[in-house]
């Protein structure tokens, strides 16, 4: 079984300036990992994975996440926010082999302040 | 096919009533998941199919909760005789099993029910 902790449950920060959402995992076998976005009152949209090969992970939207194995973390980064990144992001992970359901992490709400 | 479509988006309920949403997964998509979230926390497991195959039940899934997904295309997620704890988001989403490859899942808006 794999379980997330993300620490952080909101995070302000000015409009520019970097930021950086946290996620810790848990996993006794090898594992993939997700960042996922949510807008109010919509589904999750993919923000990058990590499935295997360079550990520092580019997405959409700017985002870029690494996996550092030996820390057991994932952590999502971007130099410079935009308040069109005002959201809820949610790390989330899955064993790597064969079918393994995806848990994810409680969330952190960022909120950009202009 | 634009992605995962579930119907509806919205639903209000009185308690005791059934309900029932519908999930239209990405067509190539043989992988079918059912999550459920509930305000200030992340989408938690609920039910998994493979083609029409139901292969694992969380076990927040209640008897009065069933999931069926016939002709391996669209699924069903019913509730019957609803609870005010039944209010969530019920959130669908699919993924293609291309082999030894798994890709990632995909998510549709979500059906929020409120149970009055």
């Known amino acids: 079984a794999q379980s997330v902790t993300q620490l952080d449950s909101q995070v302000p920060v000015f409009e520019e300036a970097p930021v950086e959402l946290r996620c810790n995992y848990s996993?006794?076998?090898?594992?993939?990992l997700f960042w996922y976005v949510q807008y109010p009152n919509q589904g999750l949209q993919l923000l990058l994975k990590?499935?295997?090969?360079?550990?520092l992970v580019k997405g959409i939207n700017g985002f870029e996440a690494e996996f550092n194995k030996s820390q057991t973390s994932f952590h999502l980064r971007k130099p410079s926010v935009h308040i069109s990144d005002t959201a809820e992001y949610f790390c989330?992970?899955?064993?790597?082999?064969?079918?393994?359901?995806?848990?994810f992490g409680t969330g952190t709400k960022l909120q950009v302040i202009p | 096919d634009t992605g995962v479509s579930q119907d509806p988006r919205h639903k209000i309920t009185k308690r005791g009533q059934n309900v029932t949403f519908r999930c239209d997964p990405i067509s190539e998509h043989n992988r079918l998941y059912w999550y459920r979230q509930t305000l200030g926390q992340g989408p938690e497991f609920l039910t998994y199919?493979?083609?029409?195959?139901?292969?694992?039940k969380s076990r927040l899934l209640s008897d009065r909760f069933s999931a069926e997904r016939p002709k391996g295309s669209f699924s069903t997620l019913e509730i019957q005789r609803t609870e005010q704890g039944d209010s969530a988001m019920y959130l669908c989403?699919?993924?293609?099993?291309?082999?030894?490859?798994?890709?990632?899942?995909?998510f549709g808006q979500g059906t929020r029910l409120t149970v009055v």
């Open positions: 199919f493979q083609n029409e195959a139901q292969l694992e």
């Open positions: 996993s006794s076998v090898s594992v993939y």
């Open positions: 990590y499935l295997s090969g360079s550990t």
């Open positions: 989330a992970v899955r064993g790597s082999g064969g079918y393994q359901k995806v848990t």
């Open positions: 989403a699919s993924s293609a099993n291309l082999g030894t490859v798994n890709t990632e899942a995909f």
